[in-house]
C-alpha cells in the first residue's frame, strides 16, 4: 500500500478534485473509506496522493483496525517505520506467503519480536494485548498473552446451544501481528476466524477452545520445515455472572510433522516470513482455512511416507550389518588359514 506519489497534475481529475476544500476531503470523504480504497485514491492524483499520506489519518485508521496499536510502546515503534503508521499498515495488513531472507541471518543474535493481538466480535473490540518475545533457547516456543489467573471479561453470553455457539464462531475474529522493532518489519500470522470447529468442554470446564492458524513456506522444500503453521489458540471460559472471558490466548510453530518449533529456529523463520514474498490475500479467512487444510493433507502424506520408510530403512540397516559381519568372517578365515 505504499506508493509513490503520480504525476496527474495537468489531468482533468487534478482540476476537479482542486474545486474542493481539502479539509472537507480529510474530515468528510478520506475518513469514510477503508485502507484499500485509501490506498487506490492515492493513485488518482498527486493532490490525492498528498491527502491520503496524512499520518493522523493513517494512526486513526491503525488504532481503529487495531487497538493494540494505541498502545504506548507500539506508537513509538510506528513511528519509527519510514512512512510511520502508513508503512505499519501495508505491512501488518499482509500475511507471510514464503520465508526468504536476502542476506543471512545472525541465529545467535537475532532481536526480540513484539506480538500486538486483537479480539473482536462482531466488530465490538473486546480484547487486546501487546507482548515482548525474545528466546532463542532450545526449548518450545510459545507465546502467552495471559496469566492463568488474569481472564478477561467480553460481554459475550455463555453459549447454551448450537445457534449461540454458531455465532460465536462466525463473529469471533482475531489479530496476531508480529513486529521487528529492529528492522522495522510486520506482518499478521492469524486466519482472522477460526480453522477448525471449536472444541467445546461445557460438562467439564465450561471451556470453548477457537483454533487460528497461517502456514507459509519455510523455504526449505523436501525437509519437515517445507511448509509451518503458526497456531493461535484462545480459551473462553465460563464465568459466574454468565458471560464468557478470555483466559488463554497463546502462539506458537509446527513444522511438516506437527512437531513444536524451539524459539531459537521459529525466530528465525518468523523474521525470514518478514522479509520474504507477502501479499494482501482477498477474503484471508477462506485462505486461512484453505491453507490450513492444504497443510494437514501434507502432514498426512509425510507421517505416511515417513512410516513407509522405516521397514526398508531398518532392512538396509540389517543388510549394512550383515555385509560387514561377512567381511569380518571372509577376513578371520583368510587370516587363520595363512597365518
Not at 186 to 201: C, D, H, I, L, Q
Not at 212 to 222: D, H, N, P
Not at 276 to 297: F, I, L, N, T
Request: one cysteine or more; a positive charge; proline letters at 6%.
Amino acid at each position: 500500500m505504499d506508493m509513490d506519489p503520480p504525476s496527474l497534475a495537468g489531468t482533468s481529475s487534478s482540476s476537479s478534485i482542486s474545486t474542493v476544500h481539502p479539509d472537507i476531503i480529510e474530515t468528510h470523504i478520506l475518513t469514510r473509506l477503508d485502507p484499500t480504497a485509501l490506498a487506490s485514491a492515492s493513485c488518482a492524483s498527486s493532490r490525492l496522493y498528498s491527502l491520503t499520506s496524512n499520518e493522523t489519518l493513517w494512526t486513526n485508521i491503525c488504532n481503529s483496525t487495531w487497538p493494540s496499536t494505541n498502545h504506548p510502546r507500539l506508537r513509538h515503534v510506528i513511528s519509527s517505520f519510514p512512512k510511520g503508521p502508513r508503512s505499519f499498515f501495508s505491512h501488518a495488513f499482509t500475511n507471510p506467503d514464503m520465508a526468504t531472507a536476502s542476506s543471512p541471518i545472525n541465529l545467535d543474535c537475532l532481536p526480540g519480536l513484539i506480538s500486538a493481538v486483537d479480539i473482536h466480535f462482531q466488530e465490538r473490540h473486546i480484547f487486546s494485548k501487546v507482548v515482548e518475545t525474545e528466546t532463542t533457547d532450545s526449548s518450545p516456543f510459545r507465546v502467552d498473552l495471559l496469566e492463568p489467573k488474569d481472564p478477561v471479561p467480553t460481554g459475550i453470553p455463555h453459549p447454551v446451544n448450537e445457534e449461540m455457539y454458531q455465532e460465536i464462531r462466525e463473529g469471533l475474529k482475531l489479530s496476531w501481528i508480529l513486529i521487528d522493532p529492529i528492522g522495522r518489519r510486520a506482518m499478521n500470522v492469524s486466519s482472522y476466524k477460526p480453522v477448525t470447529a471449536a472444541e467445546r468442554r461445557w460438562l467439564s470446564t465450561g471451556e470453548v477452545h477457537l483454533r487460528y492458524a497461517w502456514v507459509f513456506s519455510a523455504g526449505q522444500e523436501g525437509s519437515s520445515l517445507e511448509y509451518v503453521k503458526c497456531g493461535v489458540t484462545a480459551t473462553f471460559s465460563a464465568s459466574h455472572t454468565g458471560e464468557m472471558h478470555v483466559s488463554k490466548v497463546s502462539l506458537h510453530l509446527e513444522d511438516m510433522f506437527g512437531k513444536h518449533l524451539n524459539g531459537k529456529d521459529s525466530l528465525a523463520i518468523l523474521h525470514k516470513g518478514m522479509m520474504g514474498k507477502r501479499g494482501v490475500v482477498k477474503g484471508k479467512e477462506k485462505e486461512g482455512r484453505r491453507r490450513y487444510d492444504a497443510y494437514k493433507k501434507m502432514r498426512r502424506i509425510k507421517i505416511l511416507l515417513g512410516e513407509a520408510r522405516k521397514p526398508l530403512k531398518r532392512q538396509r540397516t540389517l543388510d549394512t550389518l550383515f555385509l560387514a559381519f561377512s567381511v569380518f568372517i571372509f577376513v578371520f578365515l583368510v587370516l587363520h588359514i595363512f597365518f
